[in-house]
């Protein structure tokens, strides 16, 4: 099925997964909203992140998503575009690339897979999204 943007309204219980090839992994655990705003949906996440070894903190981030399913960063740059039927998608932020999978397969629970690989940084992280309200 084909997903548009107001099948996202709404909270979601949001649960990633980091895991980095050499350093230690992490988990996030908190709420993500999709909330109106002007041009779209406010995309506001809010939880703690756990990497081993290391104390729990909190950790929060926020994007704006358009009726065509684009995503941009708060500051105003783009991301990347949500498949609406699910599948992948990618963002180049130099000198990383970020290729990304959406599944819908499950809704209204779904998950985002990103494999990042740049000279810094090679991590695969996969978040699950599960409806609340």
Known sequence: MTRVLDDFEGKWRLKRQITPATT?????????????????????????????????????RCYLWQSDLSVWFDDGRFFHHVPAVGGETSHWCDPDQYNGIYDFSNWPR?????????????YRMVSDYDRLL
């Open 24 to 60: 230690p992994p992490g988990q996030f655990l908190g709420v993500a909203t999709w909330s109106r705003a002007a041009h779209g949906l406010t995309y506001h996440e809010m939880g703690e992140l756990q990497i081993a070894g290391h104390p729990a903190m909190s950790a929060e």
């Open 110 to 122: 779904f998950s985002v897979t990103w494999r990042v690989k740049g000279p810094a940084k090679d």
